[in-house]
């Protein structure tokens, strides 16, 4: 999928055409949700390196939450409120670099099961939580000044590379916020509010 630059949005400060987002949202007193489907591109891309290009997505939100599904297969059907299409390859698929950034809420991201990378998940006074399902991929490197580090999926895929890692990548922070990672397919349970009598008779 080609875009004329003309129709794209003006470049931030620093930022030039070859590091340019494939995609950028941001929103200020309000919440981000999307959905993003990774589709099958031509190899032209952003973020370039000793590695393949990655497909590079940024998240922002101020005063407000954010909650992002990504997901890099077609048959999947979405009901949600944004529907976004990026360039990925699926035969030898691009790694996808992730950034979000909320402030005062929190940051909810869905990650394909394919995801294999590294992660470094900031939270200030807040919490940051894996599903039980993506919490037995992790290896965790360090977890401390609210910040984690960690790698999804097989360590050795990064232990064989001999430059810096160029495969999947997510760098998220929130202030004041919960941040929050599972698997595309999973679903959040919410706790059923009791009653007044529930609470007392504990029903």
């Avoid at 981000?32 to 393949?52: F, H, Q, R, S």
């Avoid at 595309?184 to 609470?199: A, G, M, P, Q």
């Amino acid at each position: 999928m080609y875009i004329p630059s003309a129709l794209m949005p003006p470049l931030q400060r620093g930022e030039t055409e070859d590091d340019r987002k494939n995609l950028r949202l941001e929103s200020h007193n309000g919440s981000v949700d999307a959905d993003i489907l990774l589709i099958e591109g031509n190899g032209e891309g952003t973020t370039k390196g000793p590695g393949p290009l990655r497909t590079t997505l940024s998240l922002n939100s101020h005063n407000g939450s954010i909650v992002a599904r990504v997901v890099r297969r077609y048959n999947i059907h979405i009901k949600r409120q944004v529907l976004i299409f990026l360039q990925s390859d699926m035969g030898h698929r691009r790694p996808v670099y992730i950034t979000a950034k909320a402030d005062n809420c929190s940051i909810t991201l869905y990650v394909p099961r394919s995801f294999q990378g590294l992660m470094s998940l900031s939270s200030k006074n807040g919490s940051i939580v894996f599903s039980e399902q993506f919490s037995q991929r992790v290896t965790t490197f360090s977890d401390m000044s609210s910040t984690r580090r960690c790698f999804v999926g097989d360590l050795g895929s990064w232990v064989e590379q001999d430059s810096e890692w160029s495969g999947d990548e997510v760098v998220v922070c929130s202030h004041n916020g919960k941040v929050r990672v599972l698997y595309i397919d999973e679903v959040i349970e919410k706790k059923e509010k009791k009653n007044f009598l529930s609470r007392v008779f504990k029903i």
